[in-house]
């Protein structure tokens, strides 16, 4: 390239028709073989060579340009041939790579959509089996709450029964979230909001009380994990049933307000509220609140609990375990 642009400004006297061949002869080469970069760079000398032929020598070419002999003629043609030859080959190599390039992207797109077809495939098996085992689960775990139900009607002891009753509210909030992963099409999550809700009224319809209370659920969480989902549960369910058990008993307009906040990248606010007058001070070291207390730590949290005229309420800290598992 260099050497075909110093020609071409230099030698005054030679017919130059092939020069410019030559030079995108070059160029192309410097495409294939060398990339971008230099095939630009290569380009922009080019262009700059022949814009100065040009406007500084082709006047002083057309002058001294003698006329050809017929071997200097035959010559020029034997060039010119040899100049529209590489061109044409390097266009028929860059065709020849297109179509090569062409045919082995097909090829490995078919591939892929082989792939992809073979893994969506697995997957459909993969999901309809984690819907089974969460189904299998849900049913074992109704077939345990239907036996320790028929065991409680063998129960005369009121205080028994209760505490029969609580284990299956346990068991139950645990089967829910089975129950409601196989019903939903995202195996892994659950929406908070509706479980708690579902849940909560199962236990309400499961109370021995006759009394309506009124519950109220507002949450600006959407879906959360399994790992985090299951205490969240049962320490909801525990704090529902203390409510109804201990705080009610002289209460006309039962309410219970349950309030979901992130906090954080990975922490969780629940605000548990009651507006009972409880009867009785549980003792620390009841089933119950053992459990609570078993629960928050599971979930890495904090509690505070303040009780006083209007009611009692819980504000507890816990760690969205799969956000974790995330930012880690």
Known sequence: MVVTSYALITFHNTVHLVDVLWMLAGVSLAFFCLGRVWGFILLFISIVSIAVFIFYSLNI????????????????????????????????????????????????????????ARISIQNDEKTTLVREIHH??????????????????????????????ESINRI?????????????????????????????????????????????????????????????????????????????????????????QKEGESHLRLTYFDNGVWKQQMDNSSFGLVLIDTLIEQL?????????????????LVLNLEEKDILA
């Open 61 to 116: 070419h057309i002058e001294e340009v003698q006329i050809r002999s017929v071997y200097q003629k035959f010559s020029l043609v034997i060039e010119m041939i040899s100049g529209f030859l590489a061109n044409y080959y390097l266009f028929y190599l860059f065709l020849d790579l297109n179509r090569y390039s062409e045919r082995k992207l097909i090829e490995s797109f078919d591939h892929v959509k082989e792939q992809n």
């Open 136 to 165: 299998r689960v849900k049913n074992n775990l109704q077939i345990v709450v239907s036996l320790l139900r028929m065991q409680s009607q063998e129960v005369n002891n009121p205080e028994f029964r209760v505490l029969f009753q």
């Open 172 to 260: 139950m909030a645990m089967s829910l979230i089975h129950q409601k992963l196989y019903q939903n099409e995202n195996l892994s999550q659950i929406r908070i909001g509706d479980y708690l809700d579902e849940l909560i009224h199962e236990i309400m319809n499961l109370s021995f009380r006759e009394q309506e209370v009124h519950y109220e659920i507002k949450t600006e969480v959407g879906k959360i994990g399994l790992k985090t989902l299951i205490p969240v549960g049962l320490l909801v369910n525990e704090l529902v049933s203390n409510s109804l058990k201990h705080a009610f008993h002289e209460t006309t307009n039962a309410r219970i307000q349950i309030e979901i």
């Open 300 to 316: 890495e949290g904090t509690q505070e609990i303040s009780r006083g005229e209007n009611g009692t309420t819980y504000s507890i």
